[in-house]
T-cell receptor, first 113, second 114 residues
Framework: KQEVTQIPAALSVPEGENLVLNCSFT??????LQWFRQDPGKGLTSLLL?????REQTSGRLNASLDKSSGRSTLYIAASQPGDSATYLC????????????FGSGTRLLVRP | EAQVTQNPRYLITVTGKKLTVTCSQN?????MSWYRQDPGLGLRQIYY???????DKGDVPEGYKVSRKEKRNFPLILESPSPNQTSLYFC?????????????FGPGTRLTVT
């Protein structure tokens, strides 16, 4: 059974700091991995999608990496800003036909001005 | 603007009173899905649909029904809501096949059943 874990559960950093959020999964037979951002009481905004054949994806100040063999993904945020404060969720899609996403419990990020 | 919309956004109801939460997407996506999000349990899939008239159970389907009569709409039906269905509900859509299969989520529906 696929399990997705995110560490740390919460993180507080000063503005301007570079930071790394971690995501690990137990079954390497994934189709892709997606990082989301969720603001309090709001929906999920897709940040980056990494296919199983890819090693990393970049969008602006965000860079996500994927190491399938070790069951790990990282989300790197450069030069953090208070507006980056949110909960970050990673989700893996299984390699079957269900298209189901299995989510981690998230990392709650606070960027202090 | 490409989006997934849900209605209502907030709903307070009583046990046993049937309700429907609507979901609509304007991206011509074949795949749609419903999730619920609960503290400590994360997001869990309720039902999904691969195309019109094709639906299947997710991890927590008990107490829910869905239908997919049109490609753009995927309503979630609670025939007899109970307090344990109090949750934050999200609809998602995606286009199967090559190209990433990125999933797009609606803004959520916060349901309280008393």
């Amino acid at each position: 059974k696929q399990e997705v874990t995110q560490i740390p559960a919460a993180l507080s950093v000063p503005e301007g700091e570079n930071l790394v959020l971690n995501c690990s999964f137990t079954d390497s037979a994934i189709y892709n991995l997606q990082w989301f951002r969720q603001d309090p009481g709001k929906g999920l905004t897709s940040l980056l999608l990494i296919q199983s054949s890819q090693r990393e994806q970049t969008s602006g100040r965000l860079n996500a990496s994927l190491d399938k063999s070790s069951g790990r993904s990282t989300l790197y945020i450069a030069a953090s800003q208070p507006g980056d404060s949110a909960t970050y969720l990673c989700a893996v899609r299984r390699g079957d036909s269900s298209y189901k996403l299995i989510f981690g419990s998230g990392t709650r990020l606070l960027v202090r001005p | 603007e490409a989006q997934v919309t849900q209605n209502p956004r907030y709903l307070i109801t009583v046990t046993g009173k049937k309700l429907t939460v609507t979901c609509s997407q304007n991206m011509n996506h074949e795949y749609m899905s419903w999730y619920r999000q609960d503290p400590g349990l994360g997001l869990r899939q309720i039902y999904y649909s691969m195309n019109v008239e094709v639906t299947d159970k997710g991890d927590v389907p008990e107490g829910y029904k869905v239908s997919r009569k049109e490609k753009r709409n995927f309503p979630l039906i609670l025939e007899s809501p109970s307090p344990n269905q109090t949750s934050l509900y999200f609809c998602a859509s995606s286009r199967p096949g090559q190209g990433g299969n990125e999933q797009y989520f609606g803004p959520g529906t916060r349901l309280t059943v008393t």
